[in-house]
DNA sequence: GCGGATCAC
DNA sequence: TATGGTGATCCGC
């Protein structure tokens, strides 16, 4: 067992590079089922020829190359593990090995059900005429469709008017979010009679643990409780639904996608069943192996997870300790086997985003800003939720996403703090990507505490020092937090790396993100360390905060109109919301000013002037 | 803590 | 004419 390598190599990089980027197009659904009458050849070229010359598609290539070349990095620190002694490290790994297997638990019998073409099959239950031509739920980008439609190469996934070109007699609806959750609590009225605390994964997913009722049931096998379970959902809801069957969650959820639509496969609770099941699966079957990694999997020679043991030592070398566990816990066919409500897991982010036509213009971008920001509160209030990182995202009309956020020294919710803390990172981007032109906006609120007293786990935790002040009189903490925001924060400067050389020697581990992995760490917010004020802007103009119009560099003209704008739009607001409390604008004080100043002319963001106020509220 | 990336649904 | 929205995690600074 000592002799790694023994292999063939894998097909070279450029031979499988050259045809990735036609494969992502095909989208990730080519694997599933449905597609075996599909001309996959034919689909793919109407895909690309559909795709080729738009913005999306060169943003695509852009990334693929990306890809292509990091796998490059890859492969070269690859060759040179293999030029070492790495009996050593196998010895380490069968350890690894022998403490994972010591830890498998075969006792629970997990269940995945999984609802067939869920949304689809929810609108034929309204309009049965649909069922027998193709038909797809979503406009711009398929949500999903039917399996007639998937007859023609349709995915969800899809962009709509490539949809269109592959099946022109396609019918379209637009999605009925409370027509789907509806019929998902008649699904799950079903599932509790299984298991009590079963685990909604998603609006048409449940795990369900039915080692109890096996107990209960000691004349039934696993397979005819599924079986019944399956055959009660659908009389009860119309629905159709698969299921998998294994030790844990993991394969559980694989299992589900084997005999789907409308089938159920067990993998058999015994050592030997899991292996030779993982052995010959592809490696992309699995939760957490995406387009990317499924291709850097690929370039090292493994494409199912039996590749894995050959190759342990040099993989567990390759690859960040966490993907180098995930590898070994997939290859080993482990998983949880605790399935619970999801009641259970706390909310760690809220936030929104949306899509348009291409936009730039100081005016219009704040504006979407402003309506961004209500929209965010909106949902903030609806869950009773408040946050102290805000975090503004854009999309360029490229495609290319950015991201600024800034950590505050306490949580907020409402339209107006969001506004006003998420124009200073805007700003920041509208610095760094001249002019600034998009097709997204959105605005996430992170380290959230509950807004609502004696309920939450989040806001009994946070209670002392962070929780929202309700109707109390406090003073916002804008002005030092927006100069903040405002400068390009130190390590900004993109310094170009000189990747044939630092590639070999310098990690460059595969990285992984599965979900339900490692924790992080909630610490109790405290206050940042005070930080300098500063300005980036090296405009000759100044760029009213509000309404965006570019002002004379001028003191006294500029704090005139701030003052108008702001007793015209912010106050007023900020009046409405706080029922009657007193909003006072006040002056910044002289000496801050000066240190603003003093910053000008640093390259990057422009604009600048809100961080001359503070508002107080009485 | 921040920003980019990846992933699932 | 022209490719989504929400939430989570991980990595390397």
Not at 42 to 67: C, P, T
Not at 243 to 270: E, Y
């Amino acid at each position: 067992m000592a002799s790694e390598g023994n292999k063939p190599p894998p097909p070279p990089e450029k031979e499988q590079g050259r045809n990735s980027l036609r494969h992502s197009l095909l989208g990730p659904s080519l694997l599933k089922a449905g597609q075996d009458k599909v001309d996959q050849k034919k689909v793919g070229e109407i895909i690309y020829n559909a795709s080729k010359g738009s913005k999306f598609f060169k943003h695509e290539e852009k990334r693929d190359e990306q890809l292509t070349k990091r796998i490059e990095i890859i492969l070269r620190r690859k060759k040179h593990l293999e030029s070492l002694d790495l009996s050593p490290q196998i010895r380490k790994v069968d350890e690894e090995i022998a403490a994972l297997e010591a830890s498998r638990d075969l006792s629970q019998i997990i269940v995945h059900v999984d609802c067939d073409a869920f949304y689809a099959s929810v609108e034929e239950l309204d309009r049965p005429e649909l069922k027998v031509v193709p038909m797809a739920v979503g406009g711009g980008v398929l949500t999903t469709c039917n399996y007639k439609a998937r007859e023609f190469g349709v995915r969800s996934g899809m962009a709509g008017y490539i949809a269109k070109q592959l099946c022109p007699q396609l019918v379209f609806l637009p999605l009925s979010f409370p027509k789907y959750t509806a019929k998902a609590e008649e699904v799950r009225e079903v599932l509790v009679k299984y298991d009590g605390r079963y685990e909604a994964a998603s609006v048409d997913e449940a795990f369900l643990n039915i080692t109890g009722y096996l107990e209960d049931h000691p004349d039934m096998t696993p397979d005819q409780v599924v079986e019944q379970i399956r055959r009660e959902v659908l009389e009860h809801t119309k629905i159709s639904v698969s299921a998998g069957i294994a030790p844990n969650a993991r394969l559980a959820k694989v299992a589900s996608n084997q005999n789907k639509p409308n089938g159920q496969f067990r993998i058999p609770n015994d050592r030997e069943s899991v292996m030779s099941f993982t052995c010959t699966l592809p490696v992309r079957k699995v939760n957490g192996v995406g387009r990317v990694f499924e291709r850097e999997l690929s370039a090292v020679g493994v494409t199912t997870w039996g590749d894995v043991h050959p190759q342990r030592a040099i993989l567990s070398k390759l690859f960040s300790e966490k993907a180098w566990s995930f590898l070994l816990n997939c290859y080993l066919g482990l998983g949880r086997t605790s399935i619970h409500p999801v009641a259970e897991y706390e909310r760690k982010s809220l936030g929104t985003e949306s899509t348009f036509k291409d936009l730039s213009g100081a005016g219009p971008l704040r504006e979407k800003l402003r309506a961004t920001a209500a929209e965010l509160e909106k949902d903030l209030k609806k869950t009773g939720l408040a946050g102290r990182t805000v975090t503004v995202k854009v999309k360029l009309h490229t495609y290319q996403v950015h991201s600024r956020q800034k950590a505050l020294h306490r949580a907020v919710f409402s339209k107006e703090d969001l506004y006003l803390h998420a124009l200073p990172l805007l700003q920041e981007l509208e610095g760094e990507f001249q002019p600034l032109k998009i097709r997204l906006m959105g605005l996430r609120i992170t380290g959230l505490v509950s807004t609502r007293k004696g309920v939450g786990r989040i806001g009994d935790f946070f209670k002392r020092d962070a929780q929202v002040e309700e109707g109390e009189a406090e003073w916002e903490v804008w002005p030092e937090e927006s100069l903040d925001g405002l400068l390009p924060s130190g390590h900004l400067s993109q310094e170009v790396e000189d990747e044939e050389q630092l590639a070999i020697e310098e990690a460059t581990k595969v990285s992984l993100n599965v979900p339900g992995g490692g924790g992080g760490t909630n610490t109790i917010p405290d206050q940042p360390p005070p930080s300098p004020p500063q300005m980036a802007a090296k405009e000759e103009k100044w760029e009213c905060p509000i309404c965006a119009r570019s002002l004379p560099a001028d003191d006294a003209v500029f704090n005139e109109h701030v003052d108008f704008c702001l007793s015209r739009e912010t106050i007023r607001e900020v009046v409405q919301e706080s029922a009657g409390a007193e909003v006072v604008v006040v002056k910044e004080p002289e000496r801050k000013r000066k240190e603003a100043k003093a910053r000008l002319g640093k390259p990057g963001s422009k604009g600048g002037g809100m961080d001359r106020y503070f508002l107080k509220l009485q």
